[in-house]
T-cell receptor, first 115, second 113 residues
Framework: GQQLNQSPQSMFIQEGEDVSMNCTSSSIFNTWLWYKQDPGEGPVLLIALYKAGELTSNGRLTAQFGITRKDSFLNISASIPSDVGIYFCAGQGRINTGTASKLTFGTGTRLQVTL | DSGVTQTPKHLITATGQRVTLRCSPRSGDLSVYWYQQSLDQGLQFLIQYYNGEERAKGNILERFSAQQFPDLHSELNLSSLELGDSALYFC????????????FGNGTRLTVT
C-alpha cells in the first residue's frame, strides 16, 4: 500500500502567491519525482531528483530531495490559474528491495488557484 | 503528449464481465507499468513488464493479468469484474528497468455497473 505522506491534502491560494507542498516517507528512495495530474488526464512529470540534497528547478517550480532520502518538497512561485490540478510526489527505487523502478505515489495535493 | 497511448479511453461494462485494456509505450521504451487510480485516490502500482518479461508485481488481484508482447505493447486483462473495480487504469513506460522516469498515458476509465 501507500507509504508516502503528502501535505497539505488541498490548498486554495490566490493568483500570484507562492505554494509549498511536501512529501515524507518511512522508506529511503533512490529517486524522487513530482507529477501533476489534470482532470481526465494522466500524470505529467514535472521534476525528477536523483541525489540526496539536490535542488532542481523547472521554470517556476523548484523541488528538493531531502538529505535523508526520505522526504522532498515542491515549491511553485507566482502561481497562475493553470497551476490548478493535483500534484503527486513519487518515490522510486527503494534501496535493498530489488525492485527498483516502480513508483510509489503520495496521496496528492489538490491545488486550486483563485483570481 | 507523453507518447504513451492507451485504448479505449472509456469502457462501461457489467459485473462478471471481462475486459482488455491496451497500452502502447513511448518509442524506445522497454518497460511498461500498470497503475490503478480509484476516485480521488492516489495511484496504486499493479504490475511491471520489461522487454516482455514480468519484472515486478504490486497489489494486483488474481482476477487481473497482464502481458507484454514482442512489439512491446501491453494488455491488462480484468475478469469477473466487480463494482469496486471501477477506476482509472493508467499505463506508463520508461526507457530502462531501474531509476528512469515514468511517462504516463491518459488512462482508461472503467465503469462497472
Amino acid at each position: 500500500g501507500q507509504q508516502l505522506n503528502q501535505s497539505p491534502q488541498s490548498m486554495f491560494i490566490q493568483e500570484g502567491e507562492d505554494v509549498s507542498m511536501n512529501c515524507t516517507s518511512s522508506s529511503i528512495f533512490n529517486t524522487w519525482l513530482w507529477y501533476k495530474q489534470d482532470p481526465g488526464e494522466g500524470p505529467v512529470l514535472l521534476i525528477a531528483l536523483y541525489k540526496a540534497g539536490e535542488l532542481t528547478s523547472n521554470g517556476r517550480l523548484t523541488a528538493q530531495f531531502g538529505i535523508t532520502r526520505k522526504d522532498s518538497f515542491l515549491n511553485i512561485s507566482a502561481s497562475i490559474p493553470s497551476d490548478v490540478g493535483i500534484y503527486f510526489c513519487a518515490g522510486q527505487g527503494r534501496i535493498n528491495t530489488g525492485t527498483a523502478s516502480k513508483l510509489t505515489f503520495g496521496t496528492g495535493t489538490r491545488l486550486q488557484v483563485t483570481l | 503528449d507523453s507518447g504513451v497511448t492507451q485504448t479505449p479511453k472509456h469502457l462501461i461494462t457489467a459485473t462478471g464481465q471481462r475486459v482488455t485494456l491496451r497500452c502502447s509505450p513511448r518509442s524506445g521504451d522497454l518497460s511498461v507499468y500498470w497503475y490503478q487510480q480509484s476516485l480521488d485516490q492516489g495511484l496504486q502500482f499493479l504490475i511491471q513488464y520489461y522487454n516482455g518479461e514480468e519484472r515486478a508485481k504490486g497489489n494486483i488481484l488474481e482476477r487481473f493479468s497482464a502481458q507484454q508482447f514482442p512489439d512491446l505493447h501491453s494488455e491488462l486483462n480484468l475478469s469477473s469484474l466487480e463494482l469496486g473495480d471501477s477506476a482509472l487504469y493508467f499505463c506508463a513506460s520508461s526507457v530502462a528497468v531501474d531509476n528512469s522516469p515514468l511517462h504516463f498515458g491518459n488512462g482508461t476509465r472503467l465503469t462497472v455497473t
